[in-house]
């Protein structure tokens, strides 16, 4: 089974912008790559999701490098990035789009590039898509019952969540950290995110997510020509370092057993689905 | 040449309006349209015989005119295309007329694909111009793989609304809360509420578009190509 899908290279990457690195979840690539794109007119406008307190996530167009700053962390929750697309055209005036979304998000916008039948004048704006790596995904109040519940902490004094190494993470603005296992997190998935089997956003122009890299640092895929153009001039003009891949602890390898992990166990899901007589996209 | 007609049976116009609006693009990239007949635009009074005949609205079942049409575009054409909502499902003639009153008499309109064989619908109130264009080029080219989202819908798609995301995704455990059928509506009649979507029905015209519109009901693979 493919992994991966289309990509061009994969390398790891962070950051050289302070302020960016200060709220970033890793390496910050989402947030540099919007920030670049806007300071430099490859972008107008972005589609982020904003922190709407307490990790609420709601989403938002961005046309400043601050307002992406603001927005700039995950959120684990649902965030419908894509339902403010037409929005970002039709009352922000935006002409060249940059979407960051889960593997879900990417491939609903990469439908309706292809089939854009409610989306008049929409696909040529659309100039960059970011995709995040994502194994499932928490209803608001299913992440706020880990929180809570589970890890013993109020959601007003959250200031980051972060998956990794197995575990959930709490970290409060008292200075504490909770965690517990993921295994603890499993009933309070979106059921929805059962039958998806994507793991590393494989229709997007970039994906990036924290596996694979050392702490601080994020796994880029670069899959498409547009994606590799901005890539590279970002890496020229000094707003990312790059590594090898080959060269980072734990590399590749873990990428790549997630997501089969994921496809393997979400392909079974989709079976079963269909025994039960359930419908499965197709 | 290709030879493209334009019928208009109960509707606003707008799907034409759609149409004209990427008319020179189609120009540009096919160079081998030649619209044959169109009402609004050109001065043809019969439907002559054509390659592709866009039909754009319901058919009036109180009015013989409009069946005696719908059944002539059928002999005429080789590939009858619905063009929106009106004539895929019946859109704002048949569920959520509003304002627009028709004549007194004509209380009962079907979409076009319930009286006559179609190939291929297109949901959407007005679809985008970019669809039309994409439909046609397919057309043109034969690429069934592209078309065949379209062809479905011409078979079983009699009926629309955005319960349909709630029956289908929603309540089948699919939906995800991407919000791209919030997007797509073009009347605003759909809110997220908690990542999912919520029907305004007073505001729901009945086009298609967010159902059409919604990865986790069909996706199809050709998407999956990335460059």
Known sequence: ?282 | MVKVAHVQLCSCCGCLVSLADTYEKLLDVLNSIELVYCQTLADAREIPECDIALVEGSVCLDDHHSLEVAQEVRKKAKIVVALGACAATGGVTRYSKGNQLSKPVHSSFSPLTEVIKVDLAIPGCPPSPEAIVDVITAALNGDMEYLHPFAELAENGSEACGCDVIYKVVNKSLCMGCGTCAAACPTRAIEMEDGRPNIIKELCIKCGACSVQCPRIRFPELIEKIE
């Not at chain 1, 290279?9 to 690195?21: N, W």
């Not at chain 1, 947030?31 to 972008?43: P, V």
């Not at chain 1, 589609?47 to 962390?73: H, M, Q, S, W």
């Not at chain 1, 994507?198 to 547009?226: C, M, N, Q």
Request: with cysteine; net charge neutral; hydrophobic share 35%.
């Open chain 1, 1 to 282: 089974m493919d992994p991966f899908g289309t990509y061009k290279k994969v390398v790891s990457a962070r950051s050289t912008l302070k302020e960016v690195l200060k709220k970033a979840q890793d390496g910050g690539i989402v947030s540099t790559a919007f920030i670049y794109g806007l300071e430099n007119n490859l972008l107008d406008g972005v589609i982020v999701a904003d922190n709407a307190g307490e990790f609420r996530a709601i989403p938002k167009v961005a046309t400043t490098p601050e307002e992406v700053l603001e927005a700039a962390g995950t959120k684990y929750t649902v965030c419908p990035n894509v339902s403010v697309l037409k929005s970002a055209v039709r009352e922000y005036g935006c002409e060249k789009i940059g979407v960051v979304g889960t593997p879900c998000q990417v491939r609903a916008v990469r439908k309706l590039m292809k089939y854009p039948i409610g989306f008049r004048h929409i696909p040529d704006k659309i100039s960059l898509i970011i995709g995040i790596f994502c194994m499932e995904n928490f209803p608001y109040y299913g992440l706020k019952l880990i929180v809570e519940e589970h890890c013993g902490v109020k959601m007003e004094d959250v200031v980051k969540l972060d998956i990794g190494k197995g575990k959930f993470w709490v970290y409060t603005k008292w200075g504490e950290t909770k965690a517990v296992k993921l295994k603890e997190t499993h009933p309070y998935e979106q059921i929805a995110c059962h039958v998806c089997t994507d793991y590393t956003a494989e229709l997007a122009d970039i994906s990036t997510g924290s596996v694979g890299s050392p702490d601080g640092w994020s796994t880029v895929f670069i899959r498409t020509t547009k994606g590799e153009e901005i890539f590279n001039k970002m890496v020229e003009d000094g707003y990312l370092e790059v590594k090898p891949i080959e060269e980072v602890k734990p590399g590749l390898g873990l990428v790549e057993k997630l997501a089969l992990t994921k496809k393997e166990k979400n392909l079974k899901e989709i079976e079963h689905r269909k025994e039960l007589g359930l419908p499965v996209p197709y």
